[in-house]
């Protein structure tokens, strides 16, 4: 028997296959659901790999657009950085646009109510050795800048031309030592002379004793030395002293001119109709050194 089925066990296998497919196929049509054992099997199996598939696609493909994302971003945030720069820098180009045109508003202003001849210059270069207190402007003969004009800013007196050239011009300032500007005191009408000081500032001397002086006066050009207009802010009074028994009193002046910001001056010729004659002969401005 055994014999029997080694040798026709191909056979047997063949026909026992035959036999379940002919059974499967009959009882398939004579029913409404499927019997399918193998696919049964292959479904169990294959269902947990595609979940495990599918889920590692879903990672694989959030990761991605993670990552895109992430580039995205990246790449936004370097755009909006440039941007912030560059309108940081319009922003500062047109504020300095603004100041300059400011200045240059005021200077114009500043020579409609000029009497004479003055020019616009600007500063080109300062005394940097601290035995003068000078600056170059750059504007000269070719000009009409000439030695003796008064040179202004907006805020008030700067100083006055002490040497030309065809096309430059050196200005002493008001807080050299020797400068001197005949001033009136607005509040008082006082009247004295403005020098730069050796410690720096300017002082108010030639002040009569009994005028009425005090802190924080206003002081402003004569218009009688021949040199500055009249009614041209030089400075506040910032402090007093007097000497009992004196014919003067003296006092300490703060610049209206802060003189390390100058970028823009207006260089004028006083009227000769603010300079009596009497003017060189009386009053304080006989005592005004001769500068530079």
């Known amino acids: 028997m055994l014999n029997l089925l080694r040798r026709y066990s191909v056979l047997f296998t063949t026909g026992t296959l035959l036999l379940l497919s002919a059974a499967l196929l009959v009882t398939n049509t004579r029913t409404s659901r499927r019997i399918d054992p193998l696919g049964v099997v292959f479904l169990e199996i294959i269902t947990p790999i595609s979940h495990l598939l599918s889920s590692v696609s879903g990672t694989m493909s959030n990761t991605w657009r993670t990552y895109v994302d992430l580039v995205g971003v990246r790449q936004e945030r370097e755009w909006l950085r440039r941007r912030v720069r560059e309108l940081e820098n319009q922003v500062e180009r047109a504020g300095t646009l603004e100041t300059q045109n400011a200045r240059l508003q005021a200077l114009l202003d500043l020579r409609e109510g000029m009497p004479g001849q003055s020019v616009a210059a600007r500063i080109t270069g300062v005394d940097a050795s601290g035995l003068f207190r000078t600056a170059t402007v750059n504007k000269g003969e070719s000009d009409g800048v000439q030695k003796g004009m008064a040179v202004v800013s907006p805020g008030g007196v700067v100083g006055r031309v002490v040497s030309t050239s065809p096309n430059a011009a050196r200005v002493l300032l008001l807080e050299d030592p020797s400068s001197g500007v005949d001033v009136l005191v607005q509040r008082s009408r006082a009247r004295g002379i403005v020098e730069g000081s050796l410690n720096g500032g300017c002082q108010l001397k030639y002040v009569k004793h009994r005028e009425d002086l005090r802190v924080g006066d206003l002081v402003a050009t004569s218009g009688l030395d021949g040199i500055f207009p009249k009614g041209v802010l030089v ?54 050194p001769s500068g530079g």
């Open 235 to 288: 400075g506040t009074v910032s402090r007093l002293s007097r000497e009992e028994g004196g014919l003067f009193q003296t006092a300490q002046v703060e610049p209206a001119v802060d003189f390390n910001k100058l970028e823009e001056v207006m260089v004028v010729e006083a009227p000769e109709n603010e300079v009596p004659p009497e003017a060189s002969q009386n009053g304080p401005a006989t005592h005004a």
